[in-house]
T-cell receptor
Framework: DQQVKQNSPSLSVQEGRISILNCDYTNSMFDYFLWYKKYPAEGPTFLISISSIKDKNEDGRFTVFLNKSAKHLSLHIVPSQPGDSAVYFCAAINTDKLIFGTGTRLQVFP | GAVVSQHPSRVICKSGTSVKIECRSLDFQATTMFWYRQFPKQSLMLMATSNEGSKATYEQGVEKDKFLINHASLTLSTLTVTSAHPEDSSFYIC?????????????FGEGSWLTVV
């Protein structure tokens, strides 16, 4: 039972444009969401988070939007850079446990 | 620098043997650590919650007798894969929580590649 889902396994975006990564969840009890970036054979690196009481959080080029009624969140990266190419995981916190989505591989090309 | 360290980063073992992976919080005490595994092109799957001084809590479908977790101190949790088989080959990652409540931060280790031959 996948409680956190990322339906797009991959995304390709041109440098300078916006990358939008989507994530859906099923458990309405989740109260905190995070986005991680991961390179092969490395641990995840935290990017940005959002509490369920907010609908938007912005940090530099990264913005996370949360739509609680739709149980949907998205990560916007603008402008996208080649160094952003990685696998992105959304995650939800449930009683201190981190539940990861399936990941989306982002490729930013020049 | 790393806040949570895993060792070894890569290990190859023979089928039937056991291998231990360590997860250390370097400058903070972690009463709770988590162990994940990732198969190629798949998500990070939570295996178990490691609790200092008590038994680990395993997720459904994870064999506790096969994946032994010991959290003997506030800075160290170990995962031992017992009687390893090729299907146990995977990328194992630990995480630790620093702080409490809304002020806490989750840190991940660098991961450990296990290859069972």
């Amino acid at each position: 039972d996948q409680q956190v889902k990322q339906n797009s396994p991959s995304l390709s975006v041109q440098e300078g444009r916006i990358s939008i990564l989507n994530c859906d969840y099923t458990n309405s009890m989740f109260d905190y969401f995070l986005w991680y970036k991961k390179y092969p054979a490395e641990g995840p690196t935290f990017l940005i988070s959002i509490s369920s009481i907010k609908d938007k959080n912005e940090d530099g080029r990264f913005t996370v939007f949360l739509n609680k009624s739709a149980k949907h969140l998205s990560l916007h990266i603008v402008p996208s850079q080649p160094g952003d190419s990685a696998v992105y995981f959304c995650a939800a916190i449930n009683t201190d446990k981190l539940i990861f989505g399936t990941g989306t591989r982002l490729q930013v090309f020049p | 620098g790393a806040v949570v360290s895993q060792h070894p980063s890569r290990v190859i073992c023979k089928s039937g043997t056991s291998v231990k992976i360590e997860c250390r919080s370097l400058d903070f005490q972690a009463t709770t650590m988590f162990w994940y595994r990732q198969f190629p092109k798949q998500s990070l799957m939570l295996m178990a919650t490691s609790n200092e001084g008590s038994k680990a809590t395993y997720e459904q479908g994870v064999e506790k007798d096969k994946f032994l977790i010991n959290h003997a101190s506030l800075t160290l949790s170990t995962l031992t894969v017992t009687s390893a088989h090729p299907e146990d080959s995977s990328f194992y990652i630990c995480s630790a929580i620093r702080g409490r409540g809304t002020g806490n931060t989750i840190y991940f280790g660098e991961g450990s590649w296990l290859t069972v031959v």
